[in-house]
């Protein structure tokens, strides 16, 4: 899977990433070609300006020389034609950047959102490699990266181009002996130019992946400061974290540097030129070989010539920026998806009677390493079934097979008689409410949580049975607006056992046909976790019902006990027959027991 790359490597495929990132502007295609025209226009207006005032001053000393005096009319006429042609100019580049800037912001809100879409469709184990940091990275620095000089580049790159064509020509046209002088420049140039490109590319490169590790670090330091604290952890915390900030400091600076470069580079040639065509330009005017306003129209030319063949020069390490951002974006882009859903050849009905099956199932997370060998266990409606074992026993991973989080190597399962794997993914998740150790809450009113997984359309009598049936409505009566009290996944004015008793009346609002309880009574006290099982209770009751947890207490009265161990179900039944067994499970209990 794409994470962040090492420092220093260069992009993997530049041609690709270009030719990718024209098939994505492809739909602002005419927007951009309109700005283009524009861009021409108002580049060849202003290319006249100089002639126009070369023309002035020749008019002024012809005449006084012929003794004429000044042509005022003459003169009126060519500053009035000046001034309408910077006046167009301005107002052209004035529409042709607003076109831009604009394209610019769509194409950076379609990028998110495909980035978006995109989440959507990455199978579970891509978030298992990639880091939460380095994704958010990609989502946010690299579109702006790219989004941002999107305008600014294209507007250069023509704006830039047509003025080099544009003054070359009218070079040309005044003497082509000085335009030579002023050529010749432009290829000794683009030799140390390229020579710093290619190393700013290496740097820009190791700026964005070393960025997309920093954020990383960031996210996990501020979600686990409670642990970095309880550990004492901070010295090394933020040692760390300097560690990777000096690293970014080190690339942003050399790549800002040599990125600057191709600037001072061009002008040392082009002065140099320039001082050339001021001595050859003011001996071919005494000699009478050129009018003196057209030497100085050809010095303002030359003064203007630097200007694009710098901007051409220092384009090449902003292109290398843009496309070293574009290329992660594209690589999370074009991640691998998950498996195209089959066909659906089963139709289940609107009804679940909730009789499930797993038929030889076989799984492992990096197909080298087994989780699940042979697993076979069919239960039927209304059980509760409780899976337990030691840690890495298989008991979420059972879990996220029958939600289709994953899918299996071999072996299927089967709800009411019909194989999972062919019917849609959302269709099997929607009939499991599912409550986790982690208690995930969102940002929002406790009512909009609570109606989380059944919609905002869903009557406020189910929400209040739901809270009166798990037991907090004395405790969301105590809060500040009740049901209508702002929370987010980090609300320190709830407890753990509040944050999960929420999640409880979550899952019962949705009304799902069956239930997976995973380790939800891992986190709070004896007194809540009594709580939790009778609204568990209640909840499950006449639903099938799946239940993991490592308090082997909480489950003695569960219909079916699967023990878990390395992968296989080792032994099934219920509490008091497994403990009359004497064995794996057995040893679990009574360790637990002797602890407790």
Known sequence: MPGPRKGGEKPKNFEKALGRFMVEVKPYKKAIIFAIILSVVAVLLTVFGPMVLGLMTTSAITSVSEGKGILWDEITFLAVLLLVLYGISGIINYIKELI????????????????????????????????????????????????????????????????????????????????????????????????????????????????????SRIEEDYTGQLIIKANTHE????????????????????????????????????????ILICILGGSFA???????????????????????????????????????????????????????????????????????????????????????????????????????????????????LLMRFYEPDSGYIT?????????????????????????????????????YGAGKNVPDEVVEKAIKTVGIKHFIDSLPQGL??????????????????????????????MMILDEATSNVDTRTEQMIQNAFSKLTKGRTSFVIAHRLSTIRNADLILVMKDGNIVEQGKHDDLLKLNGFYAELYNSQFAED
């Open 286 to 400: 005494i000699a009478g070989k050129i009018a003196i306003g057209n030497v100085q129209a050809f010095i303002q030319y030359v003064g203007q010539f630097n200007r694009p063949i710098t901007e051409v020069a220092q384009l090449s390490a902003t292109i290398q920026q843009i496309m070293a951002a574009a290329e992660r974006v594209f690589e999370f882009l074009d991640a691998e998806e998950m498996a195209e859903e089959d066909e659906v050849v089963s139709e289940m009905p609107e009804a679940t009677i909730g009789e499930v099956e797993f038929h030889d199932v076989n799984f492992s997370y990096d197909k080298k390493k087994p989780i699940i060998k042979n697993f076979s266990a069919k239960i039927l409606p209304g059980m509760q079934v409780a899976i337990v074992g030691p840690t890495g026993a298989g008991k979420t991973t059972i879990v996220n």
């Open 235 to 274: 010295e090394k915390t933020l040692a760390e974290f300097a560690e990777k900030n000096n690293a970014l400091y080190e690339a942003s600076w050399k790549s800002q540097f040599f990125g600057s470069l191709p600037f001072p580079i061009t002008h040392i040639f082009t002065h140099l030129a320039y």
């Open 415 to 451: 709800i009411d008689g019909k194989p999972i794997r062919e019917m849609k993914r959302s269709e099997v998740r929607k009939k499991f409410g599912m409550v986790l150790q982690d208690t995930w809450l969102f940002s929002g009113t406790i009512l909009n949580n609570l109606k």
């Open 100 to 215: 831009l800037m604009r394209t610019s912001a769509r194409f950076s809100k379609a990028m998110r959102a495909k980035i978006l879409e995109k989440i959507s469709k990455l199978p579970m184990d891509y978030f298992d490699k990639v880091k939460i940091g380095d994704i958010m990275s990609r989502m946010s620095n690299d579109v702006d990266a790219v989004s941002m000089e999107l305008a600014s580049t294209v507007s250069n790159i023509v704006t830039s181009g047509v003025t080099i064509i544009g003054i070359l020509g009218m070079m040309l046209f005044i003497s082509i002996p000085l335009s030579i002088v002023a050529i010749v420049a432009i290829p000794v140039s683009m030799v140390f130019v390229k020579r710093v490109a290619e190393k700013a590319q290496k740097h820009f490169k190791k700026q964005r992946a070393i960025l997309g590790e920093l954020n």
């Open 484 to 513: 209508l009290t702002e929370i987010d996944e980090d609300s320190d004015n709830i407890s753990a056992g509040e944050k999960q008793l929420l999640t409880i009346a979550r899952a019962m609002v949705a009304e799902p046909p």
